[in-house]
């Protein structure tokens, strides 16, 4: 975050008073954010250059929970692309007994989201009903297991941390404003389909001790693809890897207040 920004920031808080309050509340916290591009701020721009393809942003979540909360320690681990395993394998060096809070998103990219979407985008309604039940199918068979694992090795590290898992929202208002795109049985198909992810990602954080979900489908609500005031973007022909990715505004206005909830 560059020094006028900071400055605006502080004046921000200075004002509203919510910033003092939080940094007291959380001075002591050590703060890692580990994930996916739901985490890294994908589609929400300002990247900072040192992260590469990760694309970790200064609008991203973590950021703007570390700004206002001012913990003892941050580090963001988050990377575009990233399944369970790179989290077990390339996001967890900054977590330790010290470590008193993590969050995390996971799990889309183990179920072949980007895939889905291309399919759905360029086929007809059965070949995308086909691809989404494959990536059902995935996500009731094999994810829990996968999930199991990225879970147990961040509790391995962080003995003491809470864990935040913040889930995906919907990305379609039904029956909306899109007057193009995909038929509407797609985007049915693909809600239906990020409802099962949700399910199952909250079913496995239940079973594991001081891990909490943190559900951002219902804050997305009304800021769906279609909604006329979308937190999400549509497809991006400009800058593909965006599309389907949370705005700014998804970002400051969705996964923030998930996580300010139970943090």
Same mark, same amino acid.
């Given at each position: 975050?560059?020094?006028?920004?900071?400055?605006?920031?502080?004046?921000?808080?200075?004002?509203?008073?919510?910033g003092?309050?939080?940094?007291?509340?959380?001075a002591?916290?050590?703060?890692?954010a580990?994930?996916?591009?739901?985490?890294?701020?994908?589609?929400?721009?300002?990247?900072?250059?040192a992260?590469?393809?990760?694309?970790?942003?200064?609008k991203?979540?973590?950021?703007?929970?570390?700004?206002?909360?001012?913990?003892?320690?941050?580090?963001?681990?988050?990377?575009?692309g990233?399944?369970t395993g790179d989290?077990?394998? @390339?996001?967890? !060096?900054?977590? %330790?007994?010290?470590?008193t &809070?993590? *969050?995390?998103?996971?799990?889309?990219?183990? #179920?072949?989201?980007?895939?889905?979407?291309?399919t759905?985008i360029?086929?007809?309604?059965?070949?995308?009903?086909?691809?989404?039940?494959?990536a059902?199918?995935?996500?009731?068979?094999t994810?829990?297991g996968?999930?199991?694992?990225?879970?147990?090795a961040?509790?391995?590290?962080a003995p003491?941390?809470?864990?935040?898992?913040?889930?995906?929202?919907?990305f379609?208002k039904?029956?909306?404003s899109c007057?193009?795109?995909i038929?509407?049985t @797609?985007?049915? !198909?693909?809600? %239906?389909a990020s409802?099962? &992810?949700? *399910?199952?990602?909250s079913?496995?954080?239940? #079973?594991h001790s001081?891990?909490?979900?943190?559900?951002?489908?219902?804050?997305?609500?009304?800021?769906?693809?279609c909604?006329?005031?979308a937190?999400l973007?549509?497809?991006?022909?400009?800058?593909i890897?965006?599309s389907?990715?949370?705005?700014?505004?998804?970002?400051?206005?969705?996964?923030?207040?998930?996580?300010?909830?139970?943090?």
């Amino acid at each position: 975050m560059g020094a006028a920004a900071s400055l605006v920031m502080g004046a921000t808080l200075a004002l509203t008073g919510t910033g003092s309050a939080n940094a007291a509340a959380t001075a002591g916290t050590a703060y890692v954010a580990l994930g996916d591009s739901y985490s890294s701020g994908v589609g929400s721009g300002s990247y900072d250059s040192a992260s590469g393809d990760c694309k970790r942003s200064s609008k991203a979540y973590p950021v703007l929970w570390a700004n206002s909360h001012a913990p003892s320690s941050f580090s963001f681990t988050a990377c575009s692309g990233a399944v369970t395993g790179d989290v077990i394998n @390339k996001q967890l !060096a900054p977590l %330790n007994s010290s470590t008193t &809070l993590v *969050s995390i998103s996971i799990g889309g990219n183990d #179920a072949g989201f980007a895939d889905v979407m291309t399919t759905c985008i360029l086929s007809s309604d059965s070949g995308c009903i086909d691809r989404v039940n494959q990536a059902r199918s995935y996500v009731s068979s094999t994810l829990p297991g996968r999930l199991d694992a990225a879970y147990n090795a961040i509790r391995a590290k962080a003995p003491n941390a809470r864990v935040v898992v913040l889930g995906y929202p919907r990305f379609y208002k039904i029956g909306g404003s899109c007057i193009v795109g995909i038929s509407d049985t @797609k985007r049915s !198909a693909i809600n %239906n389909a990020s409802d099962l &992810l949700n *399910s199952v990602i909250s079913q496995r954080v239940a #079973a594991h001790s001081g891990f909490t979900f943190a559900n951002v489908a219902s804050r997305f609500s009304g800021h769906e693809i279609c909604s006329g005031d979308a937190w999400l973007h549509s497809v991006n022909w400009l800058n593909i890897g965006e599309s389907y990715h949370p705005t700014a505004s998804g970002q400051s206005g969705g996964y923030l207040p998930a996580l300010n909830a139970v943090s």
